[in-house]
């Protein structure tokens, strides 16, 4: 496999543009990304708790939750067309103007969640509609990823790209941890039936506002300097999507499958743990949120912290201890879970959020420098969207259906242990071949 060489290498345009600083930019990176997550998030977790019974009233309990859980894989499948589509503008017109395409797009779908009527008012259409907004949801993050990071690594110093490229991966734990917080507030003001009735919109039309706070900001960065280099030059790839899947199929694979593990594992810690402790082990959903909530602060604070690291030490030795701990820690997560006790939830928690950000953390970085910059929005997005759609978009609606055919956790912890794995060899195999590149 040839591997690009590192964007750190490129000499930035000179001119007379002033420049937004690096800090700036991936502070930004990081606001953006973290409206655009919380969006999403609130979908999960309503998902798992209302979804089923108001647009699914006449599936089962099981049925009903799984059939929500459908629903939300479709996000999924929808986040590689984002990432191609964005991906082909963000390279051929900038990384700048894609950020604000996906976000006005996540806003106005998830607005839209928070005014659709339910089964009971106009029955069918509901979750046809339901299932519409979140492919316009999925369109949205599938291409926020990429022009994100990009705008944040690619602004970095050298020695840091690591480091400035982990702030919208921070936006990940960040817009969970918004949304987790919305959601307690409201478990906490309202009874179950007032939730069922109107308070799950609360987060939905809260949306709003949040985008329009994310656009002011995305609206005052500068555009990528090494984007406009390759302006510059004219060097702009006609058709990047075809010259990725050309030039660079191996490490497009390599990447999706080397993200797979995290995401699936972060999608049933974001979303599935939820229903799960609610529905199977008759925890209250406010214990759920908080325990959640925790895990997910523990999980923002690791990021930047294996970033960091993977600027000293290299991306690979930090991504590949992570992925064999995380591949570790998995084979304990739901033994301790299903303990029942809070504490004992709580250690498997925080041991998935530590995991999770050791391995999420570098992710930026490394696939930034796996393809040259004028194809690197349409190399990068795709390699993550890919991986997204095989871990997470499938992960809670697998785990239900597996716990549901034995009755037992132990196939979701055989699941979650295998993909794990997976994802450790795909990395090895891009550590290889870098070392015989360098050599």
Same mark, same amino acid.
């Given at each position: 496999?040839?591997?690009?060489?590192?964007?750190? @290498?490129?000499?930035?345009?000179?001119? %007379? %543009?002033?420049?937004?600083?690096?800090?700036?930019?991936?502070?930004?990176?990081?606001?953006?990304?973290?409206?655009?997550?919380? #969006?999403?998030? /609130?979908?999960?977790?309503?998902?798992? /708790?209302?979804?089923?019974?108001?647009?699914?009233?006449?599936?089962?309990?099981?049925?009903?939750?799984?059939?929500?859980?459908?629903?939300?894989?479709?996000?999924?499948?929808?986040?590689?067309?984002?990432?191609?589509?964005?991906?082909?503008?963000?390279?051929?017109?900038?990384?700048?103007?894609?950020?604000?395409?996906?976000?006005?797009?996540?806003?106005?779908?998830?607005?839209?969640?928070?005014?659709?009527?339910?089964? #009971?008012?106009?029955?069918?259409?509901?979750? *046809?509609?339901?299932?519409?907004?979140?492919?316009?949801?999925?369109?949205?993050?599938?291409?926020?990823?990429?022009?994100?990071?990009?705008?944040?690594? $690619?602004?970095?110093?050298?020695?840091?790209?690591?480091?400035?490229?982990?702030?919208?991966?921070?936006?990940?734990?960040?817009?969970?941890?918004?949304?987790?917080? *919305?959601?307690?507030?409201?478990?906490?003001?309202?009874?179950?039936?007032?939730?069922?009735?109107?308070?799950?919109?609360?987060?939905?039309?809260?949306?709003?506002?949040?985008?329009?706070?994310?656009?002011?900001?995305?609206?005052?960065?500068? $555009?990528?300097?090494?984007? $406009?280099?390759?302006?510059?030059?004219?060097? $702009?790839?006609?058709?990047?999507?075809?010259? *990725?899947?050309?030039?660079?199929?191996?490490?497009?694979?390599?990447?999706?499958?080397?993200?797979?593990?995290?995401?699936?594992?972060?999608?049933?810690?974001?979303?599935?743990?939820?229903?799960?402790?609610?529905?199977?082990?008759?925890?209250?959903?406010?214990?759920?949120?908080?325990?959640?909530? /925790?895990?997910?602060?523990?999980?923002?604070?690791?990021?930047?912290?294996?970033?960091?690291?993977? #600027?000293?030490?290299?991306?690979?030795?930090?991504?590949?201890?992570? @992925?064999?701990?995380?591949?570790?820690?998995?084979?304990?997560?739901?033994?301790? /879970?299903?303990?029942?006790?809070?504490?004992?939830?709580?250690?498997?928690?925080?041991?998935?959020?530590?995991?999770?950000?050791?391995?999420?953390?570098?992710?930026?970085?490394?696939?930034? #420098?796996?393809?040259?910059?004028?194809?690197?929005?349409?190399?990068?997005?795709?390699?993550?969207?890919?991986?997204?759609?095989?871990?997470?978009?499938?992960?809670?609606?697998?785990? %239900?259906?597996?716990?549901?055919?034995?009755?037992?956790?132990?196939?979701?912890?055989?699941?979650?242990?295998?993909?794990?794995?997976? @994802?450790?060899?795909?990395?090895?195999?891009?550590?290889?071949?870098?070392?015989?590149?360098?050599?």
């Amino acid at each position: 496999m040839t591997l690009m060489p590192s964007a750190a @290498s490129t000499a930035v345009p000179t001119g %007379t %543009t002033r420049r937004a600083s690096p800090l700036k930019v991936a502070a930004a990176s990081f606001v953006g990304t973290a409206i655009e997550w919380y #969006d999403y998030f /609130v979908y999960g977790m309503a998902a798992a /708790v209302v979804f089923g019974p108001l647009f699914f009233p006449t599936f089962s309990s099981g049925a009903g939750t799984l059939a929500a859980f459908a629903t939300y894989s479709v996000g999924f499948l929808a986040r590689p067309l984002g990432g191609v589509v964005m991906g082909h503008f963000g390279d051929r017109v900038g990384r700048k103007s894609m950020l604000v395409t996906s976000l006005v797009l996540m806003g106005v779908a998830t607005a839209g969640v928070g005014l659709l009527p339910t089964y #009971d008012a106009i029955g069918v259409w509901a979750p *046809v509609l339901l299932v519409t907004l979140r492919f316009i949801q999925g369109i949205g993050v599938g291409g926020e990823w990429g022009g994100a990071v990009l705008m944040a690594v $690619e602004h970095a110093p050298a020695n840091k790209r690591g480091l400035y490229g982990s702030f919208p991966q921070m936006g990940v734990p960040g817009g969970l941890i918004l949304a987790n917080l *919305v959601f307690l507030t409201l478990s906490a003001t309202t009874s179950d039936a007032a939730f069922a009735a109107w308070g799950w919109r609360v987060p939905f039309l809260a949306s709003a506002l949040l985008v329009v706070i994310g656009l002011v900001i995305r609206f005052n960065i500068t $555009e990528s300097p090494e984007f $406009e280099q390759v302006k510059e030059s004219g060097d $702009e790839a006609r058709m990047p999507i075809v010259t *990725v899947l050309k030039e660079h199929p191996r490490q497009v694979l390599l990447a999706a499958g080397g993200f797979m593990g995290n995401n699936t594992v972060g999608y049933i810690f974001m979303a599935y743990l939820l229903g799960y402790g609610t529905n199977n082990l008759g925890l209250e959903r406010s214990l759920m949120l908080t325990l959640t909530l /925790v895990g997910a602060v523990a999980w923002l604070a690791v990021i930047p912290w294996a970033a960091a690291l993977s #600027d000293r030490h290299g991306r690979h030795r930090v991504l590949l201890l992570g @992925s064999a701990g995380l591949a570790g820690w998995m084979a304990v997560l739901f033994p301790l /879970v299903d303990t029942a006790s809070p504490a004992l939830i709580l250690v498997g928690i925080l041991g998935t959020a530590f995991f999770l950000g050791v391995t999420y953390g570098p992710i930026a970085a490394l696939f930034s #420098d796996l393809f040259k910059a004028k194809v690197r929005y349409s190399g990068a997005s795709l390699g993550y969207q890919i991986g997204s759609v095989l871990g997470g978009g499938l992960a809670p609606t697998l785990a %239900t259906a597996l716990y549901a055919a034995g009755d037992s956790s132990a196939p979701v912890t055989a699941y979650l242990v295998v993909v794990s794995l997976v @994802s450790l060899g795909c990395l090895a195999v891009v550590a290889r071949d870098t070392r015989t590149h360098a050599s």
